[in-house]
Every structure is written in C-alpha cells, then in structure tokens.
C-alpha cells in the first residue's frame, strides 16, 4: 500500500479562482458593448486567431495596447482601455483569498501562477498572500505548459509532486496533474475551500 501524497505548498490562479467568474465579466462587458452575451467567449472557442492572440498576450510577446487594437477589431468595438473594460465586473472571491492567507499563515509555502491579460489587471491582485508569483507574460511561459508548472513550484520551494495546485479551467488543472501535482478544478468557493482545508489540515 502506497503512502498518500504529502501536500507542503500551495499554488492558484488569480482570475477565476481569487476574483469572482470572469465568464460572468465578459458578459457583462457584451451586454455594455450591445454584443452576443458569448461573443468573447466564441472569440477563443471558435476564432483561431482569438485565441491565438491571447496566447500572444500571455507570453508577453505582444503590448496591451496592441492586444487591445487587434482584439478589439476582432469583437467590433473600440480598444480604448479594453482589457480593464473587459474585467470591469470582476471582484475578489473574499473566502478564497481568506483560505489561501490561512494556509500561508500555518506555515504552507503559497504562490501564484497567473495566465497574464497584462500588467494591469494585477493591481487589484492580493500578492501579499503570496511567497512567490509567476505570472505568464513575465516569464514567456502560459499555462498549461509544464515548465510554468515547475517554475511555480521551484519558487515556493517545493517540489512538484508535494504541490498543491488550484484553476477554474481543465486544461489547466490536467496540465497541473500532468506534472505531478495534486491540481483541484474550481467551481465552487464553498466547496473548493473546504477540500483545502482538509489538505493541509486546517482546523
């Protein structure tokens, strides 16, 4: 019988996990922009170049602005400031900065591994919860390429198949799994919360 896996760091994603849905943001951005509610969504489902572009973003090969310019041309609206457009429904998910602060405080290394959508939208990030950050468009890297995976978890200090990793996307959480990592698919904060707390064995 195999011993379970010894859990000694944590690792999360921001949007989606630490803010609020980021889907329900971009409907609302099209319900502003008198949009499809889905047309960012179809934008990287069914539009290669959509999603082509955001991987651009996310490695940092291109600037906001000209994200901006070509997405924006992309969706039919202007580019003026549309990335903070876009996020401007998101808000922090309180309970689940509240239990990454609490693991952190019991000792557990905590980081950060962030698809980026540009520097701007980590302004309202709570790095302070955090040992150490990636963020994708600082490093060249993005999710779900291993070597993100591995870097996040070099630079808490542990290693990858005592990580715990946390993202509301599959790809991602797979990508996690795919090099050992413990990975939990978010969907729910209640739920999400208490698997954590049951991990790293919060009273």
């Known amino acids: 019988m195999t011993d379970p896996p010894r859990h000694e760091g944590l690792l999360v994603d921001f949007g989606g996990v630490l803010t609020t849905n980021i889907w329900a943001s971009f409907r609302r951005f ?4 008198g949009l499809d509610p889905d047309a960012v969504k179809e934008t990287f489902r069914s539009n ?8 651009t973003l996310e490695r940092g090969e291109i600037a906001d602005a000209d994200f901006e310019a070509r997405f924006g041309a992309l969706l039919g609206v202007g580019p003026d400031d549309l990335i903070a457009r876009l996020f401007a429904g998101l ?23 962030s698809n980026s959508w540009g520097t701007g939208i980590y302004e309202r990030a709570p790095l302070h919860i955090f040992d150490a950050t ?14 993100i995976y591995e870097l996040g978890a070099e630079r808490i200090g542990v290693p990858v198949d ?19 990592m413990t990975a939990l698919l978010h969907r729910d904060t209640a739920e999400t919360v208490s698997r954590l707390q049951t991990i790293f064995d919060l009273a």
């Open 134 to 147: 990636v963020i994708s468009g600082e490093v060249g890297l993005h999710k779900p390429e291993p070597a």
């Open 91 to 113: 808000g922090p998910d309180t309970e689940m900065v509240a239990v990454v602060g609490e693991i952190r405080a019991a000792g557990v290394p905590t980081g950060l591994i």
């Open 48 to 55: 290669g170049e959509g999603l082509k572009l955001l991987r």
């Open 30 to 33: 099209c319900d502003a922009e």
């Open 162 to 180: 005592r990580c715990v990793f946390v993202d509301d996307l599959r790809e991602n959480v797979a990508g996690a799994e795919a090099v050992g």
